[in-house]
């Protein structure tokens, strides 16, 4: 695994500290880390979605006719899978 050392003031150090530890969720400032490292990474993809689905024109209306033809659809797929 590789290593990386960041500089913290001292607030964000103490907050850190504050998260790791026998009462807290993680064991170390490296786990920690890289959960949020992970958060950050699955948020920025989410965000890329929500963008390329804006953009990818209209959609379908959403009213009683359209869960009606999804549960036909659901329904269909089930029968057809038996």
Do not use: H, P, W
Request: net charge negative.
């Amino acid at each position: 695994m590789a290593s990386m050392n960041i500089s913290l003031t001292e607030s964000l150090k103490q907050f850190v500290e504050s998260q790791v530890g026998d009462n807290a969720r993680y064991g170390n400032a490296s786990e920690f880390m890289r959960d949020l490292i992970r958060r950050e990474q699955a948020r920025s993809e989410f965000r890329a979605l929500i963008l390329e689905g804006a953009s990818s024109g209209s959609g379908s209306e959403i009213n009683e006719a359209y869960f009606d033809r999804l549960r036909s659809r659901i329904t269909d797929a089930r029968n057809s899978s038996s």
